[in-house]
């Protein structure tokens, strides 16, 4: 049996990971450690991208304590929470402002600015998305145009701006000693900035937001036989452990979830909903308000490409119950509160904090709780933020139905979320579909570890990683059609509610 072992690190939006696995895809080590979420106004979402560098060292150092002896890591992958921009001066190693987290709306009028005439889908049609908060090219622009300094910096070759692949790859290479200024296809794939087919930074993208490109990293495959490089030997590793993969951690849990084929699809929940239908290797452009974006590229193959929908509040639903309200004292306690009472008692919660992402790419929307009688507990609004993620979901199930003309009958899901099984269960109701959840759930990672593996030989091939996946638990719809309908239709109005918001 192969002894090798792969280290991911998984960075995500509230805290960083980092996973030794072995050969078969089992976990032998973990680390992780949160960190701070900063909201100096109304809309920013902002990270401390030195913080994450030092959780990522710890992380590190953690896993491969718990993972015990054995041999020197063969890879290292990354996955990464997608359009969150780092700025930093490659000569200090410090960032120039903070990071701007994918949640962030400050670009809101700079977006509408840009639409100009043409309207959100100016720039679809080369990048796959609309001009929206999310994506990170529009942060860029914001970020040359109100931090002092920072465009001449630029011109002095002063100025690195990329995702958090780009970041973490950069130190744990050698930071300012020569670290590699790289990103991945699908990482680059959520700038705005991107050509969706001709795979390359767009002369005409830039130009448009004014960005230069000499602040951008240089874009690679997901997975690379010859490495970007190799971790610093006086880091977290110790050793020297080629650097040659990474994803977006949706499109790494896309390949986790063992999802290669055209027509399978997944959903993670996390602090977002994200899911992703695999569509070949052609882009599939939307026409329901879903986004197109790269699967993943394998070595010198063609890239594959997905269809998305992305919610911005899910997971963060429970913590906002729990940290803003008070309703709960820790997250796992949602399920048994929600499960108390039969239904919502006719509560509706739209969780529109950052505005509505896919189908409605809604800046202006608002989060709003409707339907509150005397008569309504905590545990009907408990059910109802659950009642909420899933709805959001089915949205954009329906919205996916409509662009590849599949049924979608079954549904892969992962993430945190998953182990509440009350959610699963309204999702196959409301959505119509079965949920399968995986034996192992931690797909993110695992899709960031195939990705390396398969770099280095650890893994041969999709078939053979497509037989480690295995099956944990199945989640059947038993809603009779008018139940799910008169569902869904109430929803629709408290949407209509939180779309009609007139600040």
Same mark, same amino acid.
């Given at each position: 049996?192969? $002894?090798?072992?792969?280290?991911?690190?998984?960075?995500?939006?509230?805290?960083?990971?980092?996973?030794?696995?072995?050969?078969? *895809?089992?976990?032998?080590?973990?680390?992780?450690?949160?960190?701070?979420?900063? /909201?100096?106004?109304?809309?920013?979402?902002?990270?401390?991208?030195?913080?994450?560098?030092?959780?990522?060292?710890?992380?590190?150092?953690?896993?491969?304590?718990?993972?015990?002896?054995?041999?020197?890591?063969?890879?290292?992958?990354?996955?990464? %929470?997608?359009?969150?921009?780092?700025?930093?001066?490659?000569?200090?190693? $410090?960032?120039?402002?903070?990071?701007?987290?994918?949640?962030?709306?400050?670009?809101?009028?700079?977006?509408?600015?840009?639409?100009?005439?043409?309207?959100?889908?100016?720039?679809?049609?080369?990048?796959?998305?609309?001009?929206?908060?999310?994506?990170?090219?529009?942060?860029?622009?914001? =970020?040359?145009?109100?931090?002092?300094?920072?465009?001449?910096?630029?011109?002095?070759?002063?100025?690195?701006?990329?995702?958090?692949?780009?970041?973490?790859?950069?130190?744990?290479?050698?930071?300012?000693?020569?670290?590699?200024?790289?990103?991945?296809?699908?990482?680059?794939?959520?700038?705005?900035?991107?050509?969706?087919?001709?795979?390359?930074?767009?002369?005409?993208?830039?130009?448009?937001?004014?960005?230069?490109?000499?602040?951008?990293?240089?874009?690679?495959?997901?997975?690379?036989?010859?490495?970007?490089?190799?971790? &610093?030997?006086?880091?977290?590793?110790?050793?020297?452990?080629?650097?040659?993969?990474?994803?977006?951690?949706?499109?790494?849990?896309?390949? !986790?979830?063992?999802?290669?084929?055209?027509?399978?699809?997944?959903?993670?929940?996390?602090?977002?909903?994200?899911?992703?239908?695999?569509?070949?290797?052609?882009?599939?452009?939307?026409?329901?308000?879903?986004?197109?974006?790269?699967?993943?590229?394998?070595?010198?193959?063609?890239?594959?490409?997905?269809?998305?929908?992305?919610?911005?509040?899910?997971?963060?639903?429970?913590?906002?119950?729990?940290?803003?309200?008070?309703?709960?004292?820790? =997250?796992?306690?949602?399920?048994?509160?929600?499960?108390?009472?039969?239904?919502?008692?006719?509560?509706?919660?739209?969780?529109?904090?950052?505005?509505? /992402? =896919?189908?409605?790419?809604?800046?202006?929307?608002?989060?709003?709780?409707?339907?509150?009688?005397?008569?309504?507990?905590?545990?009907?609004?408990?059910?109802? =933020?659950?009642?909420?993620?899933?709805? %959001?979901?089915? &949205?954009?199930?329906?919205?996916?139905?409509?662009?590849?003309?599949?049924?979608?009958?079954?549904?892969?899901?992962? *993430?945190?979320?998953?182990?509440?099984?009350?959610?699963?269960?309204?999702?196959?109701?409301?959505?119509?579909?079965?949920?399968?959840?995986?034996?192992?759930?931690?797909?993110?990672?695992? !899709?960031?570890?195939?990705?390396?593996?398969?770099?280095?030989?650890?893994?041969?091939?999709?078939?053979?990683?497509?037989?480690?996946?295995?099956?944990?638990?199945?989640?059947?719809?038993?809603?009779?059609?008018?139940?799910?309908?008169?569902?869904?239709?109430?929803?629709?109005?408290?949407?209509?509610?939180?779309?009609?918001?007139?600040?």
């Amino acid at each position: 049996m192969k $002894q090798e072992r792969i280290v991911a690190i998984d960075q995500g939006t509230t805290s960083t990971r980092c996973f030794v696995f072995d050969a078969r *895809g089992m976990v032998l080590g973990l680390g992780q450690k949160e960190h701070e979420q900063f /909201f100096p106004r109304p809309g920013w979402v902002e990270h401390d991208a030195l913080e994450i560098w030092r959780a990522t060292q710890n992380t590190v150092a953690e896993a491969l304590q718990a993972a015990g002896d054995g041999p020197p890591p063969a890879a290292v992958g990354i996955t990464n %929470q997608r359009e969150t921009l780092v700025i930093w001066n490659p000569k200090t190693g $410090q960032p120039w402002l903070p990071a701007i987290v994918w949640q962030d709306t400050r670009t809101k009028e700079l977006c509408e600015e840009l639409a100009g005439d043409e309207g959100k889908d100016r720039f679809r049609a080369r990048t796959g998305l609309p001009l929206a908060t999310y994506f990170s090219g529009p942060k860029l622009r914001w =970020a040359l145009d109100h931090t002092p300094g920072l465009r001449a910096a630029a011109q002095r070759g002063e100025v690195f701006a990329g995702t958090i692949d780009s970041w973490l790859i950069w130190n744990l290479t050698g930071g300012i000693q020569g670290g590699v200024f790289v990103t991945d296809v699908t990482n680059a794939s959520r700038t705005l900035l991107f050509h969706l087919e001709d795979l390359s930074w767009d002369a005409e993208l830039l130009a448009a937001l004014d960005v230069p490109a000499s602040v951008l990293p240089r874009v690679v495959s997901s997975s690379d036989r010859t490495p970007w490089g190799y971790t &610093d030997p006086g880091g977290p590793f110790g050793v020297r452990v080629p650097v040659c993969a990474a994803l977006g951690d949706q499109q790494a849990a896309l390949l !986790g979830q063992g999802c290669f084929d055209p027509g399978d699809a997944k959903n993670t929940y996390g602090t977002g909903c994200f899911l992703l239908a695999h569509t070949g290797t052609k882009p599939v452009f939307s026409r329901s308000g879903l986004i197109t974006t790269v699967a993943h590229r394998l070595g010198d193959e063609p890239a594959c490409y997905a269809l998305e929908g992305s919610v911005a509040i899910a997971g963060a639903l429970v913590q906002w119950l729990r940290d803003n309200l008070g309703l709960i004292s820790s =997250a796992s306690e949602i399920e048994a509160l929600a499960a108390s009472v039969p239904d919502t008692g006719g509560v509706y919660l739209v969780p529109a904090f950052s505005g509505l /992402f =896919a189908p409605h790419w809604r800046a202006d929307a608002r989060g709003v709780l409707v339907g509150l009688t005397r008569f309504s507990t905590k545990a009907h609004i408990a059910r109802a =933020a659950l009642e909420a993620v899933a709805h %959001q979901v089915a &949205d954009v199930l329906d919205a996916m139905r409509v662009d590849t003309g599949l049924t979608l009958d079954e549904l892969r899901v992962d *993430g945190g979320m998953v182990q509440n099984e009350l959610l699963c269960t309204i999702q196959a109701n409301l959505s119509n579909l079965e949920l399968v959840r995986p034996a192992q759930t931690e797909t993110t990672a695992l !899709g960031a570890a195939y990705a390396a593996g398969l770099a280095v030989d650890v893994f041969g091939s999709l078939a053979e990683l497509r037989e480690l996946w295995t099956e944990d638990r199945r989640f059947r719809p038993t809603f009779d059609p008018a139940h799910r309908q008169r569902e869904r239709s109430t929803w629709a109005k408290a949407l209509e509610r939180s779309l009609g918001w007139v600040e």
